[in-house]
């Protein structure tokens, strides 16, 4: 027998089972890796953020050994208490100058670091402008701040620009963009976005989450990448997808920097960053200041697959980063093509828009950025990391095209 309390969980359950909205969560046997074990067998992994292949590096899990044996586990406390490590101070410097920011603090996660921000700098009364397809972090951190939230069309800096324009009460005012978007791989247009909000004279943010170890000189990210140090207020950034550990960033100026250290709430309530989490993080910088090969190597592989995947006959979309969309068009289409890869030893994700779904659990979906795209445009998320070799590549262009042609994606 249901409780009552509850049978309104099991109804809706059953809801998101019928309509294909149900996580079916794998569980992974290895480290992660280019390759790894899911359900007992190895299969080529094209579904992880772990971009350069340090979630698994020798060189990370030393310095995190090396920090464990030197300073234990946790920090036992939040960080304004006792929390704060040398080490913590040494990733905020560390990461500030690789990135060539004022500042940076650091966070739990990159969505706790949305969570940290948005609150802290805008409130009730304000106003904040935000691209339609912003992460969930980020509108749940627009949500938490109490401010007006004004959605602009995905990209669309015209649309921008009149939002501004027909928005005429407000307190302050924040710009807020994912830097790279993670469904399409396209990239934010950050030089004229800094640009409107200078001439408006609005604080910019970008989250660059996908865009942190992978975008501008040696994985720097994208305020490198477009050359605006200094010009956009807040970069959020991750280490749990390209850094291959865990943890949130947020750069800018030295003054942000410490109103945070004063008032973003899970900096003050929530413990900080982990030792081994902390020593690895500084490791993953070491190495990216070290050598640009590791993000050279992942650009060269995601080259490699755009280009072999197009000959093919695939549509891959027009994404300007290692996320390659292969565009299929109905959910049902692309699930089928995803079982069909895990079985030729390929494991990669369907993303699909829920087709059948209605209501509650559609608009449910929609509104917390459950990972859906427009209908008709569902697709395989290929994710390309350093840690696939050559061989790794062909092995897994040859399941592209085999499952391809049998599902008649391809001709032949
Ligand atoms: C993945 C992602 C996050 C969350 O980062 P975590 O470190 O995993 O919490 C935040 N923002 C964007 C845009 C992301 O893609």
């Not at 895990?342 to 699909?352: D, K, L, N, T």
Request: hydrophobic share 45%.
């Amino acid at each position: 027998m249901t409780d009552d309390k509850t049978a309104f969980l099991d109804a809706q359950l059953n809801d998101l089972r019928e309509q294909g909205l149900f996580n079916h969560i794998r569980t992974i046997e290895s480290p992660m890796d280019g390759r790894i074990v899911v359900d007992g067998r190895e299969v080529l992994n094209f579904c992880a953020n772990n971009y350069l292949g340090l979630a698994n590096h020798p060189r990370l899990k030393e310095a995190a050994k090396r920090a464990i044996d030197q300073y234990g586990i946790g920090p036992g406390a939040v960080r304004t208490i006792a929390g704060t490590m040398s080490l913590h101070v040494q990733l905020e410097q560390r990461l500030a100058a690789f990135k060539g920011a004022e500042a940076v603090i650091t966070t739990q996660s990159g969505f706790t670091a949305n969570l940290a921000t948005i609150p802290s700098l805008v409130g009730k009364g304000d106003v904040i402008f935000s691209d339609a397809l912003n992460h969930a972090s980020i509108i749940d951190g627009c949500r938490l701040s109490r401010a007006t939230i004004v959605g602009y069309a995905h990209n669309d800096m015209d649309d921008l620009r009149r939002k501004i324009a027909e928005t005429t009460e407000y307190g302050r005012r924040l710009i807020v963009s994912d830097g790279v978007f993670s469904m399409d791989g396209d990239i934010a247009p950050l030089p004229e976005l800094v640009e409107i909000a200078q001439a408006n004279n609005i604080l910019s943010m970008v989250d660059d989450a996908h865009g942190e170890g992978v975008l501008g000189r040696g994985g720097r990210g994208i305020v490198d990448h477009f050359g605006l140090h200094g010009q956009v207020d807040i970069e959020v950034g991750t280490m749990s997808k390209a850094f291959g550990v865990m943890g949130g960033i947020v750069a800018g100026k030295q003054v942000i920097i410490d109103w945070l250290r004063q008032r973003a709430r899970p900096f003050l309530f929530s413990s900080a960053m982990s030792v081994p989490d902390v020593a690895a993080c500084l490791e993953a910088v070491d190495l990216l200041e070290e050598s640009e090969e590791l993000v050279q190597r992942l650009w060269a592989n995601a080259d490699l697959m755009k280009r072999e995947l197009s000959a093919l006959g695939f549509d891959i979309g027009h994404s300007e980063t290692p996320i390659i969309p292969l565009m299929l068009g109905e959910a049902a289409l692309a699930q089928q093509f995803s079982r069909a890869l895990f079985e030729q030893g390929v494991f990669a994700m369907a993303i699909g828009f829920p087709t059948v779904a209605k209501g509650a659990a559609r608009v449910f979906a929609m509104a917390i950025g459950f990972p859906t795209v427009a209908k008709g445009a569902a697709r395989i998320r290929v994710m390309n990391t350093a840690a696939h070799t050559q061989t790794d590549l062909e092995q897994a262009l040859a399941a592209f095209e085999q499952v391809g042609r049998s599902l008649g994606v391809i001709g032949g």
